[in-house]
């Protein structure tokens, strides 16, 4: 039991090393997020429901974004990166739009997705941020700026996309593989009476391959899979008494997809992708 | 003798697992930075497909500054004969022809866009102001794309160059080729910004 922790809190450091990069702030369930602090609570909330709403109406994903600091790189830069990374916008339709305030360096973007570059061009994007949003930025008033500038940019990309017939979210293929794997533990670990590691050899062998051939058909991740393959290996091998450690693994299972389960209710990035479309302008 | 099989045997496992995973890299990789390049050759169409309308509005304004407006034209033209296939890909003179054709082809841009400052009847008109967005977008485009190729170049480059990837690649792909890569060039550090 502690060694199947042990290992799973090692793959799980894994994936997030492989994924992570760095300085960018966090999503945490939120289209908006407002580390310059320029909203209220009521602002804020009210701006989420629209957005919100927007999403369920047309899976648009439409983020506001304010930002303390800009860390020295360009907003484009910096703009169509933090998209990639919360991966706003549908993973097949790329439709995310990133509204980004930087009041610290007087910078404003509107970063879209590969999807939306045809409903709203880098021209429309440039004319919502010179005649909606600056004029109210000019006389700081914020709020009143990235209102009328999401409500424009809704405008534009409205037409472009409707939400999914059947709300089919695809299961992350990790929750599949655990209890699979967990079953042809069992299924070995029952047929083997052996008694000493000697003898399980070939069972470890054999259960350690399919384990790590089919981790790597889930993921295509290397280390991963030969991690998975070594980590099934090793247990199968020095696991003292087969029937019962099988049951073992089986309710531990059961545990990762419950441990999952949380992250289904919040709003995160649909997995879309951003290639500098948009426009940028300061005041 | 059972103890060296079993060694064996795990070694034989271990060898598998590394080398196995592997055998599509060369080609799924070669494909990536294909698709990377077709991407970028597309950004860099699209900016010279916005020239002739930039330098028709412009030239309706500001008429007398032909040097610049010749250099664009010019540039442009070079640029046009020349497209990112994959055989240009691994071939270093051929890819620095067209490196710096495009790179000719910015900095006689960002000298009009210089110039067009000194025209403030221009800088009100509405077609150019959209025309500047436009360069504005298409300029930043190319720079995530030139980003995402050099990455994905630089991937398929330590495939081929380290090992267990040089191994499969003398084993089943031996034609494949180490791919150019872009060079920060003085303009690029300098940046020849759109300015406002």
């Given at each position: 039991m502690k060694l199947l922790k042990s290992i799973t809190l090692l793959v799980l450091f894994a994936v997030t090393v492989l994924f992570s990069a760095p300085n960018f702030p966090e999503l945490n369930n939120s289209r908006v997020v407002d580390n310059a602090g320029l909203f209220n609570t009521y602002q804020r909330i009210d701006l989420e429901k629209r957005l919100a709403a927007h999403e369920t109406n047309t899976s648009n994903q439409v983020v506001v974004v304010t930002l303390n600091s800009l860390e020295g790189y360009d907003i484009a830069d910096y703009g169509y990166q933090l998209g990639r990374y919360w991966g706003i916008g549908q993973k097949d339709k790329n439709n995310g739009v990133l509204l980004i305030v930087a009041p610290n360096?007087?910078?404003v973007r509107i970063e879209v997705g590969y999807g939306l570059e045809g409903a709203l061009p880098d021209a429309t994007a440039n004319s919502i941020i010179q005649y909606e949003i600056l004029p109210f930025f000019k006389t700081g008033n914020y709020y009143d700026g990235v209102n009328s500038g999401i409500k424009s940019?809704?405008?534009?990309?409205?037409?472009?996309?409707?939400?999914?017939?059947?709300?089919?979210?695809?299961l992350p293929m990790g929750?599949?593989?655990?209890?699979?794997?967990?079953?042809?533990?069992?299924?070995?670990?029952?047929?083997?009476?052996?008694?000493?590691?000697?003898?399980?050899?070939?069972?470890?062998?054999?259960?350690?391959?399919?384990?790590?051939?089919?981790?790597?058909?889930?993921f295509f991740i290397l280390g991963l899979s030969v991690f998975i393959a070594i980590a099934v290996f090793l247990l199968t091998l020095f696991s003292s008494n087969s029937r019962g450690n099988g049951s073992d693994y089986y309710s531990s299972g059961s545990n990762f997809s419950g441990f999952d389960g949380g992250s289904f209710g919040g709003f995160s990035g649909g997995g879309g992708s951003f290639g500098g479309g948009g426009a940028s302008g300061s005041w | 003798m059972k103890i060296a099989g079993i060694i064996g045997g795990i070694?034989?496992?271990?060898?598998?697992?590394?080398?196995?995973?592997?055998?599509?890299?060369?080609?799924?990789?070669?494909?990536?930075?294909n698709m990377y390049a077709?991407?970028?050759?597309?950004?860099?169409?699209?900016?010279?497909?916005?020239?002739?309308?930039?330098?028709?509005?412009?030239?309706?304004?500001?008429?007398?500054?032909?040097?610049?407006?010749?250099?664009?034209?010019?540039?442009?033209?070079?640029?046009?004969q020349m497209t990112l296939t994959p055989?240009?890909?691994?071939?270093?003179?051929?890819?620095?022809?067209?490196?710096?054709?495009?790179?000719?082809?910015?900095?006689?841009?960002?000298?009009?866009?210089?110039?067009?400052?000194?025209?403030?009847?221009?800088?009100?008109?509405?077609?150019?102001?959209?025309?500047?967005?436009?360069?504005?977008?298409?300029?930043?485009?190319?720079?995530?794309?030139?980003?995402?190729?050099?990455?994905?170049?630089?991937?398929?480059?330590?495939?081929?160059?380290?090992?267990?990837?040089?191994?499969?690649?003398?084993?089943?792909?031996?034609?494949?080729?180490?791919?150019?890569?872009?060079?920060?060039?003085?303009?690029?550090?300098?940046?020849p910004k759109v300015a406002f």
């Open positions: 360096e007087r910078k940019i809704f405008e534009a990309i409205k037409g472009e996309y409707k939400p999914a017939s059947s709300d089919n979210k695809d929750l599949l593989l655990f209890p699979i794997l967990f079953i042809v533990l069992m299924f070995i670990g029952t047929i083997s009476n052996a008694k000493n590691s000697k003898e399980r050899i070939i069972p470890a062998i054999v259960s350690g391959g399919i384990a790590g051939i089919v981790s790597w058909m889930m | 070694l034989l496992l271990i060898i598998a697992l590394v080398i196995l995973p592997r055998i599509n890299n060369v080609p799924k990789l070669d494909e990536n930075v077709s991407q970028l050759d597309n950004q860099y169409k699209r900016r010279s497909d916005l020239i002739p309308n930039l330098v028709a509005t412009v030239k309706g304004y500001a008429s007398h500054e032909k040097d610049v407006l010749t250099q664009v034209t010019e540039a442009r033209a070079k640029v046009g055989e240009v890909l691994s071939n270093p003179e051929a890819f620095k022809a067209y490196q710096n054709a495009q790179d000719n082809l910015s900095s006689a841009l960002s000298r009009l866009m210089m110039v067009t400052e000194n025209y403030p009847e221009l800088k009100a008109n509405e077609n150019f102001l959209n025309l500047q967005a436009q360069l504005e977008g298409t300029e930043n485009r190319i720079a995530v794309a030139r980003k995402d190729y050099i990455e994905a170049v630089k991937e398929y480059n330590l495939e081929l160059r380290t090992v267990p990837g040089k191994w499969v690649a003398a084993l089943l792909y031996p034609e494949a080729k180490i791919k150019q890569n872009f060079t920060a060039t003085t303009t690029e550090t300098t940046t």
